[in-house]
């Protein structure tokens, strides 16, 4: 009894762990948009610096779920919840790099006017942002619906990227001068879309934890 106990207590403390983790990643997402949309030269290096601190987290929550299995041999859904855990925070340190990715772009262009007013990029960014939300609130509360409502939103993610590239391709096409511009808000909309797709998999991991059921829920 005092053995299992003990090991809830460690399930419990790995659970903290990952939603501190989460919550730092969608505090990056925020910021490095933020940076984009006021010019924040001095925002988007934080976000850049603080990958580092995230990167650690994820090491650290690496090892313990690693000795986890080594020390406590876990069994069925404990080993199921323990190695979920490993791919989520994988898809969570992404999340982080992408948002590094796109803060290391905003230096590049923030000296410079934009080429067009920024309006579906923050929100292609806000839906992104708010499905990793849902997905680690599918997580704590176990909630399968919420985790399946993530997956749902990643096609509002493509449908703005695909938007948002036929507009900067033809502002490249009526000028040449916007090219260079354009092509750095290509990779920002493309990592953004990528935050999307790893968000769709925590939600995926989610459903496996409740169900141990995992398939490829994105569109």
Known sequence: MSTR????ESLRDLHYDVVRMASLVEKSIEEAILALKQKDKELAQKVIQQDDEIDEMERAIEKKCIRLIA??????KDLRLITSILKMITDLER????????????????????IKPLVNIPKMASVARDMVRSA????INNDIKMAEDVCSKDSTVDNYFESIIN???ELMRKNPQNI?????????????????????NLGEWVIYIITGRHESLNT
């Open 95 to 114: 999340i982080a790099d992408h948002s590094a990715d796109i803060s290391e772009l905003i230096l590049k262009i923030a000296d410079e006017e934009y």
């Open 5 to 8: 106990h003990g090991f809830d």
């Open 180 to 200: 260079n511009q354009a092509t750095t808000f290509i990779f920002i909309v493309k990592y953004i879309e990528k935050i999307a797709d790893h968000a769709t």
């Open 71 to 76: 020390t406590q041999q876990p069994l069925a």
């Open 167 to 169: 507009d900067l391709q």
């Open 136 to 139: 680690i609130d599918a997580y």
